[in-house]
T-cell receptor, first 117, second 112 residues
Framework: EAGVAQSPRYKIIEKRQSVAFWCNPISGHATLYWYQQILGQGPKLLIQFQNNGVVDDSQLPKDRFSAERLKGVDSTLKIQPAKLEDSAVYLC???????????????FGPGTRLTVL | GENVEQHPSTLSVQEGDSAVIKCTYSDSASNYFPWYKQELGKGPQLIIDIRSNVGEKKDQRIAVTLNKTAKHFSLHITETQPEDSAVYFCAASYTGGFKTIFGAGTRLFVKA
């Protein structure tokens, strides 16, 4: 079974530039998560999708961050404009949890390491 | 807001010894408690989990205990091996993965 795919793996940008991250979840997984992991900290949930609908975006800085999940499968996370404090690893995870299943196990991708200069 | 506290932040043990990592959560509605292992350059990987209707769960050298009254849960690794060296995270959430909150992590070093 293929795991969660993310790209790019690394990205370096100047502050005030824009950046986008892509995630392809495990096939059949209804729920998709984006996390921000700052060095030395635990992952922090930014947004959670169930199919193509947002179920929790309470910690997403909506003035600069946006995310969408196309057709309930792939997802993109965008930052515009980036700030120095956005330097972190952005992790995507997926799970089977949804209307037909309450399975909670989240499977994580390798992450995208963003450096903002 | 709700949070999960994790201790210790760093733990160093000799190969073969046991390691214990403790977490405390604040949201009494949390009912699912997974533990993840994260190796350098990789995403977290689930190693064991426990639900609120169970007090203890064991899988080979790894066990997790939950005290709902005190809102504490702990990870126990016995007979540690060098390959157990990694960062371990606890988390608390509702059923379905809602409101997932992670602890700050414990860096475990197992010395050969």
């Amino acid at each position: 079974e293929a795991g969660v795919a993310q790209s790019p793996r690394y990205k370096i940008i100047e502050k005030r530039q824009s950046v986008a991250f892509w995630c392809n979840p495990i096939s059949g997984h209804a729920t998709l998560y984006w996390y921000q992991q700052i060095l030395g900290q635990g992952p922090k949930l930014l947004i959670q999708f169930q199919n193509n609908g947002v179920v929790d975006d309470s910690q997403l800085p909506k003035d600069r961050f946006s995310a969408e999940r196309l057709k309930g499968v792939d997802s993109t996370l965008k930052i515009q404009p980036a700030k120095l404090e956005d330097s972190a690893v952005y992790l995507c995870a997926s799970s089977m949890a949804g209307e037909a299943s309450s399975t909670d196990t989240q499977y994580f991708g390798p992450g995208t390491r963003l450096t903002v200069l | 807001g709700e949070n999960v506290e994790q201790h210790p932040s760093t733990l160093s043990v000799q190969e073969g010894d046991s390691a214990v990592i403790k977490c405390t959560y604040s949201d009494s509605a949390s009912n699912y408690f997974p533990w993840y292992k994260q190796e350098l350059g990789k995403g977290p990987q689930l190693i064991i989990d426990i639900r609120s209707n169970v007090g203890e769960k064991k899988d080979q050298r790894i066990a997790v205990t939950l005290n709902k009254t005190a809102k504490h849960f702990s990870l126990h690794i016995t007979e540690t091996q060098p390959e157990d060296s990694a960062v371990y995270f606890c988390a608390a959430s509702y059923t379905g993965g809602f409101k997932t909150i992670f602890g700050a992590g414990t860096r475990l070093f197992v010395k050969a």
